[in-house]
């Protein structure tokens, strides 16, 4: 389970304290060991009774501006510093069954009962609260290619929960956690790890009970654009798609790009040749998933081919047609999607 860092740390801190240490440029959040060595100093922060209530009042103060730039998640979420490339620090609110903005909105905005490992090392104490359960699994990451449905050797550890002034490092592509709502509203402060080479790294989704891959939890922009790009003839765009499915190194993305220019080709076969140069790859991410788009495909097949041809789409009027060429949203007028102001 995340590894449990035992502190007995009773002074108090500031933030800026806290920031000013992990600053310093011995601290490397991707290693397990300097992550674990910040833990008295998360510790003393915690010790500090009053600090995020005056945060809180402050962004209250400011029309939280600051969350508003910095603030990538949901209401759920205080960020409390986010300067370099390496770390951020946050703070979380976690309801309980009997708040009113669980019974109000579900349980799926606070990944309660979603099984789920991290592409992110954290370090996390208890603020406030009898903390969030969680039945803790562990993996290895190296025996898993990350195909949906694969299986995985998953190990429980325990159900436990984080308590006030508790200290876990939950380590990346290893800790798991089926995370649950806590007895009464409780608030937890993280370090996070932060790096530009993240969103390329797989997070998981597990079925515990099938000891499966459920799904994966990462999705980038750029997987979403290969769509458009794909179908698209100017700027070089196919090109684009075609460098991205050769040589990407994200096996993630450079199976987005051979799906979409499957996606895209003239016919079936066209399709079918394409994915099988992915199922080709040395790649098993990108074999695996090829194959399994293949495997849809010819499935589909018949539905595809038999479904109609696209109409020809009517030719705008000369009046809406400069209307679309002087438009500023010029992305939107390519793809025929009228802005409102037109
Ligand atoms: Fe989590």
């Not at 390496?86 to 009997?98: G, L, M, T, V």
């Not at 140069?277 to 081919?305: C, H, P, T, Y």
Request: net charge negative.
């Amino acid at each position: 389970m995340a590894r449990v860092v035992a502190c007995e740390a009773m002074e108090a801190i500031e933030l800026g304290d806290l920031v000013q240490a992990l600053n310093d440029e011995s601290f490397d959040p991707a290693e397990e060991e300097s992550f674990a060595a910040v833990a008295p100093l998360l510790k003393r922060l915690a010790n500090n009774r009053h600090f995020l209530a005056e945060m809180a009042v402050a962004e209250l103060k400011d029309r939280c501006h600051r969350q508003t730039l910095e603030n990538r998640y949901s209401a759920q979420v205080l960020i409390l510093h986010r300067a370099t490339e390496k770390f951020f620090i946050r703070a979380n609110f976690w309801p309980s069954e009997r708040d009113s903005v669980l019974k109000a909105s579900g349980t799926s905005p606070f990944f309660y009962h979603v099984p789920h490992d991290h592409n992110f090392s954290f370090l996390t104490v208890g603020y406030f609260g009898p903390g969030y359960w969680s039945e803790y699994y562990e993996y290895d990451y190296s025996r898993v290619v990350g195909l949906p449905g694969e299986k995985v050797d998953l190990t429980f550890v325990e159900k436990t929960r984080l308590e006030t002034g508790k200290i876990m490092l939950y380590r990346a592509h290893r800790d798991v956690h089926d995370q649950l709502p806590p007895d009464d509203l409780s608030v937890s402060i993280n370090i996070m790890e932060a790096s530009n080479r993240l969103p390329f790294l797989s997070q998981y989704r597990f079925d515990v009970k099938r000891c499966e891959i459920a799904g994966i939890l990462t999705h980038t922009s750029s997987e979403a654009l290969l769509a458009l790009a794909a179908n698209h003839d100017g700027a070089n765009s196919r090109d684009l798609v075609e460098s991205f499915a050769a040589h990407h190194p994200c096996d993630r993305i450079q199976f987005a790009a051979i799906r979409e220019l499957a996606g895209s080709a003239a016919d079936a076969d066209q399709g079918l040749e394409t994915l099988a140069r992915g199922a080709a790859s040395g790649n098993a991410f990108v074999a695996g998933m090829s194959r399994r788009e293949m495997e849809k495909l010819q499935a589909n097949r018949s539905w595809i081919e038999g479904s109609r041809p696209r109409e020809k789409r009517p030719e705008l009027s000369p009046a809406a047609a400069e209307c679309r060429d002087n438009c500023p949203a010029s992305e939107a007028s390519s793809l025929d999607i009228r802005p409102q102001a037109c």
